[in-house]
């Protein structure tokens, strides 16, 4: 990170101050991607980014955004008799608490919000990877956000490969990650299939350096807070 940041973490380059009478409505960014792709590395790292100019931002994920999220989160990972349509259904409960309670409430407030994960990693996993139907799953995933939509997500594309070796070099593998290689290519074609449908999905080339795929989308972004009238 030594290119992009100054001994406190801030970039020289860093946003003039968020103007907080330009705006009341918060924005919905999403970082998606499929296992070890660097979602987690990368969103904490734009936190971060925009901690340095902006406290009206939070960093959120899924599953376990909230207390209860954190709970279903542990059975979701762990629980190998979790299958279909109960899986769908507790991602999808997580998520009617996540919208609620938290994002919600601080777009409300006017803040930024980065999660890591969201509606379309339902459609990628449960609806490409698992089969299940996709016109239900699109139902599940209105009902559970009552409509709201992300207004950004930064889809991180990486070799499917390459990412679970990733994985499987940080240590011992959840219950999804150990999941076949074909399962994880479906998953990797579902995002690749969204990211052709939807205009607010933007593909991230994830292959790069921590550092470079965060100069990458730190632009993106700006981009956007721009577009926004944000920044
Ligand atoms: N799931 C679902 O099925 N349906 C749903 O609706 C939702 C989720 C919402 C969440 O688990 C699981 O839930 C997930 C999908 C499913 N399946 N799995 N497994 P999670 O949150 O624990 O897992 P994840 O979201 O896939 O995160 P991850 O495996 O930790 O991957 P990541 O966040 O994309 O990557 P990372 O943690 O940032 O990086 C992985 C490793 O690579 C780590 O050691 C890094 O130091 C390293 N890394 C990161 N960037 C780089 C670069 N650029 N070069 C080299 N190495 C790097």
């Not at 003039?16 to 790292?45: A, D, H, N, P």
């Not at 734009?46 to 542990?74: H, I, M, N, S």
């Amino acid at each position: 990170m030594r290119l992009f940041y100054d001994n406190d973490g801030c970039t020289k380059t860093q946003p003039e101050k968020l103007s907080y009478s330009s705006y009341m409505q918060g924005k919905l960014i999403v970082f998606e991607g499929t296992e070890g792709s660097g979602k987690t590395t990368q969103i904490q790292l734009l936190y971060q980014w925009f901690r340095c100019w902006t406290d009206r931002v939070a960093l959120t994920r899924e599953p376990g955004g909230t207390p209860l999220g954190q709970k279903l989160r542990q059975i979701l990972l762990a629980d190998s008799s979790i299958r279909g349509m109960t899986e769908l259904l507790l991602y999808e409960s997580d998520r009617a608490h996540h919208v609620e309670e938290l994002i919600k409430p601080q777009l409300a407030s006017g803040t930024i919000v980065l999660c890591d994960r969201f509606t379309d990693s339902t459609v990628a996993y449960q609806g490409y990877g698992r089969g299940l139907s996709l016109r239900k799953i699109e139902q599940l995933n209105e009902m559970a956000t009552s409509g709201l939509q992300s207004d950004l997500t930064l889809w991180l594309d990486l070799d499917v490969e390459v990412g679970l070796f990733r994985t499987r070099q940080r240590g011992p593998s959840d219950r999804m990650e150990q999941a076949d290689l074909e399962f994880h290519r479906r998953v990797y074609r579902g995002f690749a299939q969204l990211a052709k449908e939807q205009d607010r999905i933007i593909r991230v080339d994830a292959s790069g350096s921590q550092s470079l795929v965060q100069a990458h989308i730190q632009t993106i972004i700006t981009e956007y807070l721009t577009k926004w009238q944000i920044i």
